[in-house]
Protein backbone atom coordinates (compact mmCIF):
# COMPACT_ATOMS: atom_id res chain seq x y z
CA UNK A 1 0.00 0.00 0.00
CA UNK A 2 1.41 3.31 -1.13
CA UNK A 3 1.34 6.23 1.57
CA UNK A 4 -1.55 8.67 1.30
CA UNK A 5 -0.23 12.12 0.73
CA UNK A 6 -0.78 13.88 3.58
CA UNK A 7 -2.95 17.19 3.79
CA UNK A 8 -2.91 19.14 7.17
CA UNK A 9 -5.98 20.88 8.10
CA UNK A 10 -4.60 22.12 11.54
CA UNK A 11 -5.75 25.41 12.97
CA UNK A 12 -2.38 26.83 14.40
CA UNK A 13 1.08 25.50 14.24
CA UNK A 14 -0.15 24.97 10.67
CA UNK A 15 0.94 24.08 7.16
CA UNK A 16 3.69 25.39 5.47
CA UNK A 17 4.48 25.01 1.86
CA UNK A 18 6.39 21.96 0.94
CA UNK A 19 9.07 24.51 -0.92
CA UNK A 20 9.67 26.30 2.30
CA UNK A 21 9.99 23.27 4.40
CA UNK A 22 12.97 21.81 2.22
CA UNK A 23 14.34 25.02 1.97
CA UNK A 24 14.56 24.83 5.19
CA UNK A 25 15.90 21.75 5.05
CA UNK A 26 18.43 22.55 2.83
CA UNK A 27 19.71 25.44 5.18
CA UNK A 28 19.81 23.61 7.89
CA UNK A 29 23.43 23.14 8.75
CA UNK A 30 24.59 25.97 6.10
CA UNK A 31 22.71 29.13 5.89
CA UNK A 32 23.81 31.10 2.25
CA UNK A 33 27.34 29.89 2.42
CA UNK A 34 27.84 31.03 6.78
CA UNK A 35 28.62 27.49 8.00
CA UNK A 36 26.07 28.07 10.80
CA UNK A 37 22.50 27.42 10.65
CA UNK A 38 19.88 30.26 11.34
CA UNK A 39 19.37 28.65 14.37
CA UNK A 40 22.52 29.21 16.03
CA UNK A 41 24.04 32.80 14.57
CA UNK A 42 23.22 35.82 16.54
CA UNK A 43 20.64 38.12 15.87
CA UNK A 44 22.88 41.29 16.12
CA UNK A 45 24.83 39.14 13.06
CA UNK A 46 25.07 41.19 9.40
CA UNK A 47 23.88 37.59 8.35
CA UNK A 48 20.46 37.74 10.62
CA UNK A 49 19.62 41.72 10.41
CA UNK A 50 19.81 40.91 6.97
CA UNK A 51 17.48 37.99 7.45
CA UNK A 52 15.09 40.50 9.17
CA UNK A 53 15.47 43.28 7.12
CA UNK A 54 13.79 41.71 4.10
CA UNK A 55 11.23 39.61 6.08
CA UNK A 56 9.85 43.01 7.15
CA UNK A 57 10.25 44.33 3.34
CA UNK A 58 8.34 40.95 2.23
CA UNK A 59 5.97 41.65 4.29
CA UNK A 60 6.18 45.44 3.01
CA UNK A 61 5.93 44.73 -0.30
CA UNK A 62 2.90 41.87 -0.23
CA UNK A 63 0.61 43.85 2.30
CA UNK A 64 1.42 47.34 0.46
CA UNK A 65 2.36 48.75 4.03
CA UNK A 66 2.06 52.34 3.84
CA UNK A 67 5.64 54.14 5.12
CA UNK A 68 3.79 55.85 8.60
CA UNK A 69 3.47 51.98 9.59
CA UNK A 70 6.22 50.19 11.94
CA UNK A 71 6.66 46.53 11.61
CA UNK A 72 7.54 44.14 14.80
CA UNK A 73 8.33 40.81 15.20
CA UNK A 74 7.78 39.85 19.10
CA UNK A 75 6.67 37.02 21.06
CA UNK A 76 4.48 35.91 23.25
CA UNK A 77 2.09 35.18 20.51
CA UNK A 78 -1.07 36.85 19.82
CA UNK A 79 -2.42 36.50 23.07
CA UNK A 80 0.35 38.89 24.60
CA UNK A 81 -0.84 41.84 22.01
CA UNK A 82 -4.46 41.21 24.45
CA UNK A 83 -2.66 43.26 26.81
CA UNK A 84 -0.03 44.78 25.08
CA UNK A 85 -2.48 46.86 23.10
CA UNK A 86 -4.45 47.99 26.41
CA UNK A 87 -1.03 48.78 28.26
CA UNK A 88 0.22 51.29 25.03
CA UNK A 89 -2.01 52.26 23.34
CA UNK A 90 -5.20 53.21 26.15
CA UNK A 91 -3.08 55.66 29.04
CA UNK A 92 -4.89 58.16 29.58
CA UNK A 93 -8.26 56.87 27.87
CA UNK A 94 -11.37 56.13 30.18
CA UNK A 95 -12.26 53.79 27.54
CA UNK A 96 -11.46 50.56 25.16
CA UNK A 97 -14.38 49.70 22.84
CA UNK A 98 -14.01 45.78 22.55
CA UNK A 99 -16.41 43.68 20.10
CA UNK A 100 -16.92 39.86 20.88
CA UNK A 101 -17.92 37.43 18.03
CA UNK A 102 -16.19 34.56 18.86
CA UNK A 103 -13.65 32.63 21.40
CA UNK A 104 -10.55 34.85 20.72
CA UNK A 105 -12.18 38.19 20.62
CA UNK A 106 -14.10 36.53 24.02
CA UNK A 107 -10.58 35.73 25.65
CA UNK A 108 -9.38 39.21 24.27
CA UNK A 109 -12.43 41.01 25.97
CA UNK A 110 -11.30 39.22 29.48
CA UNK A 111 -8.19 39.50 29.31
CA UNK A 112 -7.80 43.26 27.79
CA UNK A 113 -9.06 44.75 31.12
CA UNK A 114 -6.25 43.35 33.64
CA UNK A 115 -3.17 45.34 34.62
CA UNK A 116 -5.53 48.44 33.60
CA UNK A 117 -7.68 50.94 34.99
CA UNK A 118 -8.99 51.50 31.60
CA UNK A 119 -12.74 50.16 31.59
CA UNK A 120 -13.17 47.52 28.51
CA UNK A 121 -16.50 48.52 27.29
CA UNK A 122 -18.25 45.66 25.30
CA UNK A 123 -19.37 47.51 21.73
CA UNK A 124 -21.06 43.89 20.38
CA UNK A 125 -21.54 40.86 21.47
CA UNK A 126 -21.92 38.27 18.56
CA UNK A 127 -22.90 35.04 21.42
CA UNK A 128 -25.99 37.26 22.23
CA UNK A 129 -27.24 38.10 19.71
CA UNK A 130 -26.73 34.98 17.08
CA UNK A 131 -24.76 32.36 19.45
CA UNK A 132 -22.05 32.94 17.45
CA UNK A 133 -23.45 32.04 13.84
CA UNK A 134 -23.49 35.34 12.51
CA UNK A 135 -21.49 38.55 13.29
CA UNK A 136 -22.67 42.16 14.41
CA UNK A 137 -22.92 44.49 11.65
CA UNK A 138 -20.30 46.93 12.33
CA UNK A 139 -22.98 50.26 12.07
CA UNK A 140 -24.35 48.46 15.11
CA UNK A 141 -21.38 48.46 17.08
CA UNK A 142 -21.22 50.59 20.25
CA UNK A 143 -17.82 52.44 19.42
CA UNK A 144 -17.43 55.99 21.08
CA UNK A 145 -15.00 58.61 19.10
CA UNK A 146 -13.07 59.08 22.74
CA UNK A 147 -12.15 55.52 23.37
CA UNK A 148 -8.39 54.55 22.71
CA UNK A 149 -9.57 52.31 20.15
CA UNK A 150 -12.22 49.70 18.79
CA UNK A 151 -10.71 45.83 19.20
CA UNK A 152 -11.79 43.26 17.27
CA UNK A 153 -11.15 40.15 15.54
CA UNK A 154 -11.39 39.54 11.91
CA UNK A 155 -11.36 35.99 11.26
CA UNK A 156 -12.63 33.82 14.57
CA UNK A 157 -10.50 31.00 14.24
CA UNK A 158 -12.45 28.26 16.13
CA UNK A 159 -16.21 29.31 15.55
CA UNK A 160 -15.68 30.25 11.90
CA UNK A 161 -16.34 33.29 11.37
CA UNK A 162 -14.87 35.80 9.47
CA UNK A 163 -15.55 40.11 8.75
CA UNK A 164 -15.78 39.95 5.08
CA UNK A 165 -15.68 44.07 4.83
CA UNK A 166 -13.56 46.29 7.05
CA UNK A 167 -16.06 48.29 8.91
CA UNK A 168 -16.22 51.57 6.98
CA UNK A 169 -17.70 54.05 9.67
CA UNK A 170 -14.84 53.97 11.83
CA UNK A 171 -11.57 53.94 8.66
CA UNK A 172 -8.93 56.78 9.51
CA UNK A 173 -11.35 58.32 11.60
CA UNK A 174 -10.81 57.97 15.84
CA UNK A 175 -10.83 55.71 17.64
CA UNK A 176 -8.48 53.82 15.94
CA UNK A 177 -9.14 49.95 15.05
CA UNK A 178 -6.73 47.68 16.62
CA UNK A 179 -7.58 43.95 14.81
CA UNK A 180 -6.41 40.47 15.75
CA UNK A 181 -6.21 39.13 12.38
CA UNK A 182 -3.56 35.90 13.22
CA UNK A 183 -6.19 33.57 11.38
CA UNK A 184 -6.00 35.55 8.27
CA UNK A 185 -3.45 37.38 8.06
CA UNK A 186 -2.22 37.66 4.08
CA UNK A 187 -5.18 35.27 2.89
CA UNK A 188 -7.02 38.76 0.73
CA UNK A 189 -5.67 42.43 0.00
CA UNK A 190 -6.31 45.09 3.29
CA UNK A 191 -6.02 48.46 3.29
CA UNK A 192 -3.40 48.71 6.08
CA UNK A 193 -4.26 52.19 6.80
CA UNK A 194 -7.94 51.18 7.57
CA UNK A 195 -6.05 50.38 10.99
CA UNK A 196 -4.22 51.69 13.65
CA UNK A 197 -3.09 48.54 14.96
CA UNK A 198 -2.69 44.87 13.84
CA UNK A 199 -1.35 41.85 15.12
CA UNK A 200 -1.05 38.10 14.30
CA UNK A 201 0.49 35.38 15.53
CA UNK A 202 2.64 33.49 12.58
CA UNK A 203 1.53 29.88 13.33
CA UNK A 204 -1.87 30.46 11.26
CA UNK A 205 -1.35 31.62 7.85
CA UNK A 206 1.78 32.48 7.89
CA UNK A 207 3.31 28.95 9.69
CA UNK A 208 5.89 28.74 12.39
CA UNK A 209 5.09 29.47 15.90
CA UNK A 210 6.97 32.04 18.29
CA UNK A 211 7.06 35.07 16.12
CA UNK A 212 4.16 37.64 16.43
CA UNK A 213 3.89 40.65 13.33
CA UNK A 214 2.34 43.43 14.99
CA UNK A 215 1.95 46.47 12.80
CA UNK A 216 1.74 49.74 14.35
CA UNK A 217 0.73 53.24 13.03
CA UNK A 218 3.47 55.78 14.21
CA UNK A 219 1.85 58.22 15.31
CA UNK A 220 0.05 55.75 17.87
CA UNK A 221 3.78 55.15 19.36
CA UNK A 222 3.56 58.68 20.99
CA UNK A 223 0.82 57.14 23.66
CA UNK A 224 3.54 54.22 24.67
CA UNK A 225 4.32 55.51 28.53
CA UNK A 226 8.06 54.78 29.22
CA UNK A 227 6.30 53.31 32.47
CA UNK A 228 5.61 50.71 30.63
CA UNK A 229 8.53 47.99 31.10
CA UNK A 230 10.43 47.76 27.63
CA UNK A 231 9.93 44.30 26.44
CA UNK A 232 6.22 45.03 26.48
CA UNK A 233 6.65 48.63 25.11
CA UNK A 234 6.34 48.99 21.11
CA UNK A 235 7.99 51.98 21.46
CA UNK A 236 10.73 49.97 23.04
CA UNK A 237 11.60 47.89 20.33
CA UNK A 238 10.48 50.60 17.54
CA UNK A 239 13.36 52.33 18.65
CA UNK A 240 15.85 49.20 18.85
CA UNK A 241 14.79 48.48 14.89
CA UNK A 242 13.27 45.44 16.73
CA UNK A 243 16.53 44.22 18.49
CA UNK A 244 15.73 45.49 21.94
CA UNK A 245 16.02 41.87 23.29
CA UNK A 246 16.26 38.23 21.69
CA UNK A 247 13.45 37.91 18.78
CA UNK A 248 12.55 34.31 17.56
CA UNK A 249 15.16 34.44 15.05
CA UNK A 250 14.25 30.97 13.42
CA UNK A 251 10.53 31.14 13.23
CA UNK A 252 11.14 35.32 12.04
CA UNK A 253 13.76 33.53 9.36
CA UNK A 254 10.85 30.88 8.16
CA UNK A 255 8.02 33.56 7.75
CA UNK A 256 10.88 35.25 5.78
CA UNK A 257 10.82 31.98 3.49
CA UNK A 258 7.19 32.21 3.47
CA UNK A 259 6.66 35.54 2.10
CA UNK A 260 9.09 35.07 -0.49
CA UNK A 261 7.21 32.02 -1.19
CA UNK A 262 3.90 34.01 -1.72
CA UNK A 263 5.43 36.71 -3.76
CA UNK A 264 6.35 33.60 -6.27
CA UNK A 265 2.49 32.94 -6.21
CA UNK A 266 1.46 36.20 -6.76
CA UNK A 267 0.70 37.93 -3.43
CA UNK A 268 -1.97 38.04 -1.19
CA UNK A 269 -4.31 38.70 -4.74
CA UNK A 270 -3.74 36.02 -6.03
CA UNK A 271 -4.03 34.18 -2.31
CA UNK A 272 -7.78 35.92 -2.42
CA UNK A 273 -9.10 33.90 -5.56
CA UNK A 274 -7.25 30.79 -4.43
CA UNK A 275 -8.96 30.87 -1.23
CA UNK A 276 -12.44 32.06 -1.87
CA UNK A 277 -12.05 29.07 -4.87
CA UNK A 278 -11.54 26.44 -1.85
CA UNK A 279 -14.26 28.10 0.61
CA UNK A 280 -16.60 27.76 -1.62
CA UNK A 281 -15.83 24.27 -2.80
CA UNK A 282 -16.09 23.31 0.67
CA UNK A 283 -19.05 24.78 1.89
CA UNK A 284 -20.70 23.80 -1.74
CA UNK A 285 -20.09 20.46 -0.47
CA UNK A 286 -21.13 21.08 2.95
CA UNK A 287 -24.55 22.74 1.84
CA UNK A 288 -25.37 20.08 -0.96
CA UNK A 289 -24.84 17.00 1.06
CA UNK A 290 -28.85 16.66 1.94
CA UNK A 291 -28.36 18.14 5.31
CA UNK A 292 -25.77 14.93 6.38
CA UNK A 293 -22.92 17.54 6.94
CA UNK A 294 -24.03 21.15 8.99
CA UNK A 295 -22.45 24.47 9.15
CA UNK A 296 -24.70 27.10 10.75
CA UNK A 297 -22.75 29.90 9.93
CA UNK A 298 -24.58 32.91 8.00
CA UNK A 299 -23.52 33.23 4.53
CA UNK A 300 -22.19 36.91 4.51
CA UNK A 301 -20.01 35.34 7.96
CA UNK A 302 -18.75 32.37 6.78
CA UNK A 303 -15.21 32.05 7.25
CA UNK A 304 -12.65 31.04 4.25
CA UNK A 305 -9.61 29.94 6.71
CA UNK A 306 -11.16 27.65 8.87
CA UNK A 307 -14.29 26.05 8.31
CA UNK A 308 -16.65 24.06 10.56
CA UNK A 309 -19.12 21.95 9.98
CA UNK A 310 -20.87 18.51 11.80
CA UNK A 311 -21.80 15.41 10.84
CA UNK A 312 -25.05 14.11 11.96
CA UNK A 313 -23.97 12.61 15.02
CA UNK A 314 -21.39 13.04 17.91
CA UNK A 315 -20.08 9.41 16.91
CA UNK A 316 -20.18 9.96 13.40
CA UNK A 317 -17.83 13.20 14.16
CA UNK A 318 -15.65 11.20 15.74
CA UNK A 319 -15.51 8.55 12.83
CA UNK A 320 -14.55 11.27 10.33
CA UNK A 321 -12.34 12.39 12.35
CA UNK A 322 -10.56 8.93 12.57
CA UNK A 323 -11.07 7.61 8.95
CA UNK A 324 -9.72 10.61 7.31
CA UNK A 325 -6.87 10.32 9.14
CA UNK A 326 -6.14 7.35 7.88
CA UNK A 327 -6.31 8.35 4.85
CA UNK A 328 -3.91 11.13 4.61
CA UNK A 329 -6.18 14.37 6.05
CA UNK A 330 -4.84 15.31 9.53
CA UNK A 331 -6.63 17.48 12.28
CA UNK A 332 -9.88 18.02 10.70
CA UNK A 333 -11.10 17.08 14.43
CA UNK A 334 -13.21 20.23 15.77
CA UNK A 335 -12.38 22.98 18.41
CA UNK A 336 -12.97 20.94 22.24
CA UNK A 337 -15.99 23.30 22.84
CA UNK A 338 -17.13 22.87 19.40
CA UNK A 339 -16.81 19.25 19.06
CA UNK A 340 -17.73 18.29 15.07
CA UNK A 341 -14.58 19.23 12.39
CA UNK A 342 -12.51 21.84 11.51
CA UNK A 343 -11.19 22.45 8.00
CA UNK A 344 -8.16 25.34 8.11
CA UNK A 345 -7.68 26.18 4.72
CA UNK A 346 -4.58 28.35 4.88
CA UNK A 347 -2.76 29.64 2.31
CA UNK A 348 -0.75 26.69 2.14
CA UNK A 349 -3.31 24.34 1.77
CA UNK A 350 -3.30 23.32 -2.00
CA UNK A 351 -6.60 23.24 -3.63
CA UNK A 352 -5.71 19.19 -4.22
CA UNK A 353 -6.17 18.79 -0.74
CA UNK A 354 -9.52 20.23 0.10
CA UNK A 355 -10.80 18.22 -3.31
CA UNK A 356 -9.13 15.34 -1.35
CA UNK A 357 -11.42 16.25 1.78
CA UNK A 358 -14.41 16.96 -0.58
CA UNK A 359 -13.98 13.31 -2.34
CA UNK A 360 -13.62 11.65 1.30
CA UNK A 361 -16.58 13.69 2.86
CA UNK A 362 -18.56 12.04 0.06
CA UNK A 363 -17.31 8.56 0.47
CA UNK A 364 -18.14 8.60 4.15
CA UNK A 365 -21.70 10.00 3.23
CA UNK A 366 -22.57 7.47 1.05
CA UNK A 367 -21.06 4.68 4.05
CA UNK A 368 -22.91 6.44 6.98
CA UNK A 369 -25.53 8.50 5.47
C1 LIG B 1 -4.66 31.30 17.75
C2 LIG B 1 -5.26 32.64 17.94
C3 LIG B 1 -4.92 33.46 19.03
C4 LIG B 1 -3.96 33.01 20.11
O1 LIG B 1 -2.69 32.94 19.60
P1 LIG B 1 -1.40 32.61 20.50
O2 LIG B 1 -0.30 32.92 19.55
O3 LIG B 1 -1.51 31.18 20.88
O4 LIG B 1 -1.42 33.51 21.68
C5 LIG B 1 -5.49 34.71 19.11
N1 LIG B 1 -6.34 35.14 18.18
C6 LIG B 1 -6.70 34.39 17.11
C7 LIG B 1 -7.66 34.94 16.11
C8 LIG B 1 -6.17 33.12 16.96
O5 LIG B 1 -6.51 32.36 15.91
Not at 16 to 29: D, K, N, T
Request: net charge neutral; glycine share 8%; charged share 20%.
Amino acid sequence: MTMPIIYNFSAGPAVLPESVLRQAQSEMFDYNGTGFSVMTMSHRSDVFMSILYHAEQDLRQLMNIPNNYKVLFLQGGASAQFNMVVMNLANGFKRVDSVVTGNWSRIAHNQMGKLSDTKIHLAAHGGELYDYTDLPDPSTWDVSPDSAFVHYVINETVHGLQYRDVPKPFANQLPPMVCDMSSEILSRPINVADFGLIYAGAQKNIGPSGATIVIIREDLLDRCSDRIPDVWNYKSHVERQGMYNTPATYPIYISGLVFRWLQSQGGVASMQTINALKAKKLYEAIDGSGGFYTNKVAARARSQMNVVFHAPTPELDKLFAQESTTRGLRLLKGYKTMGGMRASIYNAMPLQGVEALIDFMGEFQKRYG
